[in-house]
């Protein structure tokens, strides 16, 4: 079974352009999350998708950042204009539903590492 | 926010046990712990979590006190590849997602 998979694993970018990160999650999970990792501070949580609705999006730093999740799938994180602060990694996570009130662990893809210039 | 304290590095011989302490001291009643690490920069990892009772499985060892003030993750046989970041995370119930702290950066010595 494939894991969750994220694209670009890189991206370099100047300031102000706009940058689009995807993730795949694993099949049939309706979680979806989004984190970041700005360097040398902690991993942060950003959002969370139960399937194509946003569950919570406490996270998001600006109205810089969009996150869709279409259909329930694959979900995009776009970020428009890129500043500088927003280098860092990505890491796109993904659970099955919720069953009984409780949640599953979460698997990770590997991350995106944008660096914006 | 990350409601759990963890020393921020230790190292272990490879082959002994890695015991990675974590306190949780205002940890609520139906709040589970988990424990994730993280390997150089992949994604992180899950490892093993727990309620009330001690866990295994193939990978570690969850040991979490009776009065759930504190948590104690056992690698029983540490290797290199061990190496890594560990997360201790207490899991809100109502909200999926986690709050990393700042973790526990364990060194495998040869």
């Known amino acids: 079974e494939a894991g969750v998979t994220q694209f670009p694993s890189h991206s370099v970018i100047e300031k102000g352009q706009t940058v689009t990160l995807r993730c795949d999650p694993i099949s049939g999970h309706d979680n979806l999350y989004w984190y970041r990792r700005v360097m040398g501070k902690e991993i942060k949580f950003l959002l969370h998708?139960?399937?194509?609705?946003?569950?919570?999006e406490s996270g998001m730093p600006n109205n810089r950042f969009l996150a869709e999740r279409t259909g329930g799938t694959y979900s995009t994180l776009k970020v428009q204009p890129a500043e500088l602060e927003d280098s860092g990694v990505y890491f796109c996570?993904?659970?099955?539903?919720?069953?009984?009130?409780?949640?599953?662990?979460?698997?990770f893809g590997p991350g995106t590492r944008l660096t914006v210039l | 926010d990350a409601k759990t304290t963890q020393p921020p590095s230790m190292d272990c011989a490879e082959g002994r046990a890695a015991n990675l302490p974590c306190n949780h001291s205002t940890i609520s009643g139906n709040e589970y712990v988990y424990w994730y690490r993280q390997i150089h920069s992949q994604g992180p990892q899950y490892i093993i979590h727990g309620l009330k009772n001690n866990e295994t499985n193939e990978m570690a060892s969850l040991i979490i006190t009776e009065d759930r003030k504190s948590s104690t993750l056992i690698l029983p046989h540490a290797t290199l590849r061990d190496t890594a970041v560990y997360y201790c995370?207490?899991?809100?119930?109502?909200?999926?997602?986690?709050?990393f702290g700042t973790g526990t950066s364990l060194t495998v010595i040869p």
């Open positions: 995370i207490v899991r809100v119930p109502n909200r999926g997602q986690f709050y």
């Open positions: 998708f139960v399937k194509e609705s946003k569950q919570d």
């Open positions: 996570a993904s659970s099955p539903r919720r069953l009984a009130g409780v949640w599953n662990e979460q698997f």
